[in-house]
């Protein structure tokens, strides 16, 4: 079976750092390519970064291009997030998301809260 689970968050004062990592089984990750969203409380959901992992291309929202940066480690079917210079703002649930086939499949989140 498809599965995601994203994993890593936590609290951070602002300015800080926290890496947080999504791990995927029940299918090829290399041919696939993972997205990251983050839902703040009352907010929209907002995809922020994704990378191809066939061609290790990255994608980045205007909201976290040049703060955050995601990877790809093939071989234990992980991606990374690195956020730095975190913000209040960036306090959200953030998910991964793989577009398989048979529809989007959804890792649970995990929280990451920035204090002032």
């Known amino acids: 079976e498809v599965q995601l689970q994203a994993f890593g968050g936590g609290l951070v004062q602002a300015g800080g750092s926290l890496r947080i990592s999504c791990a995927a089984s029940?299918?090829?990750?290399?041919?696939?390519?993972i997205y990251w969203f983050r839902q703040a409380p009352g907010k929209e959901r907002e995809g922020i970064s994704s990378?191809?992992?066939?061609?290790?291309?990255?994608y980045y929202a205007d909201s976290v291009r040049g703060r955050f940066t995601t990877s790809s480690d093939n071989a234990k079917n992980t991606v990374h997030l690195q956020m730095n210079s975190l913000k209040p703002e960036d306090t959200a649930v953030y998910y991964c998301?793989?577009?398989?086939?048979?529809?989007?499949?959804w890792g649970q989140g995990t929280l990451v809260t920035v204090s002032s």
């Open positions: 998301k793989v577009r398989y086939q048979s529809g989007d499949y």
């Open positions: 029940g299918f090829t990750f290399n041919d696939y390519a």
């Open positions: 990378i191809s992992n066939y061609d290790n291309s990255t």
